[in-house]
């Protein structure tokens, strides 16, 4: 027994010198309260980042497919009034939506950019009993009411009970209503009166898009939309104005969920016209992303750079720009992932190690190299050679 405990001694690495040996300095002293220091310094950030999570960043190939894109926005025009500005959606599959109106809201605002109502959609007039009957005459026994469409209905049994209803019959034949009051609906319903009302005010839209998950666009203009020779437009002849002010504040706009860290570089730009027409651009590059936290909890959503642009006056040869706010965006091949995760317990002890161990040398070195310095200092100057 004896014999193994003397073998076990014999590979001690650390032997032990007779305290009656040791030499202790004032510089050694220095030197051992700053490195203790600077030693519990470095522990508590090791703590600190044991204690965190951390956030591994990946690029991977998008391969999704079939699936949709949620646009998030909070959008305010302070001149543009609730009832003549309207949402479109549209992409390079040729997928349409115009006139948007479910999920989004509108808030009318006063000069001074106080709600005076909100409300779904749609010009707010009441609708009338009985416009112009279609037929003519008098209703019949058992008869049902219908409203002339003035030549715009799709089949004849098709009606138009309302100015809303006109409009929206014309627009799919592609036509644009240019003086509402021959229109008995609108004229009845007082749509261009409503209108005038309503000037000088501003709106405050927000809502969100479920789009295709593919390039597209959408925008905010003026009127109701629909497609002329393959070409889109809008019926701002409707409301007999020479411009429109475009100026807005995106308060926010987002493509999918918020997820910690997430920077949209939109939230909070504001633009003010000061031609009398013209169409503001923002082109987006949206890049599919992807955030799990330290529980294993997914968010699928999106970060997205910009540019800007602003189009006045004419775009083509006696073409005019359509006056609004377009949203062009295109999707990015690559996916970035977020992945939160703990550093383990045993990357933690070895860095803990390696802070107390390489403090603990290199302190030991700058002792020892101040220690035999001055030695020889004080040796020379015994010698009177030190000058």
Request: hydrophobic residues 35%; proline residues 4%; negative net charge.
């Amino acid at each position: 027994m004896d014999n193994i405990m003397s073998r076990i001694r014999s590979l001690d690495a650390y032997p032990k010198i007779n305290e009656d040996f040791y030499s202790r300095t004032l510089s050694g002293g220095v030197i051992t309260l700053a490195s203790s220091v600077f030693m519990l310094l470095l522990f508590f950030s090791e703590l600190r980042l044991y204690l965190h999570a951390v956030t591994e960043t990946k690029l991977v190939v998008d391969t999704s497919r079939g699936e949709t894109l949620r646009i998030n926005f909070d959008i305010t025009f302070p001149a543009l009034p609730c009832s003549i500005v309207s949402v479109d959606a549209m992409d390079i599959s040729g997928e349409q939506h115009l006139d948007v109106r479910h999920d989004i809201i509108k808030k009318r605002l006063d000069s001074h950019g106080n709600v005076i109502e909100t409300r779904q959609d749609g010009i707010g007039a009441p609708k009338i009993e009985k416009p112009l009957q279609r037929h003519g005459g008098r209703l019949e026994h058992n008869e049902t009411y219908c409203g002339s469409c003035y030549g715009a209905e799709a089949a004849d049994d098709d009606c138009c009970n309302s100015c809303e209803d006109v409009r929206e019959a014309y627009r799919k034949k592609g036509w644009a209503i240019s003086n509402p009051d021959l229109i008995d609906q609108c004229k009845r319903e007082g749509f261009l009166q409503k209108i005038k009302e309503e000037d000088g005010e501003g709106c405050n839209m927000y809502g969100f898009l479920e789009v295709n998950k593919v390039a597209g666009n959408f925008h905010f203009a003026p009127g109701k939309s629909f497609q002329q020779s393959s070409v889109h437009v809008h019926d701002i002849l409707t409301f007999q104005k020479d411009s429109f002010n475009i100026s807005h504040k995106i308060n926010r706009l987002t493509f999918g969920d918020y997820f910690p860290g997430v920077v949209n570089p939109l939230d909070g730009v504001q633009w003010t016209q000061h031609t009398p027409n013209g169409m503001y651009q923002y082109f987006i590059k949206v890049v599919p992303t992807v955030y799990t936290d330290v529980n294993g909890h997914t968010i699928q959503t999106n970060q997205f750079s910009v540019t800007e642009h602003f189009r006045g006056g004419e775009v083509g040869p006696g073409v005019q720009a359509i006056p609004g706010v377009f949203f062009f965006y295109d999707l990015s091949p690559i996916k970035v992932t977020f992945t939160e995760q703990h550093i383990s317990f045993l990357h933690f002890l070895t860095n803990v190690c390696a802070i107390v161990g390489g403090i603990f040398t290199v302190s030991g070195i700058i002792d020892s190299f101040i220690y035999h310095g001055q030695k020889a200092i004080k040796k020379k100057i015994e010698l009177g050679k030190f000058s």
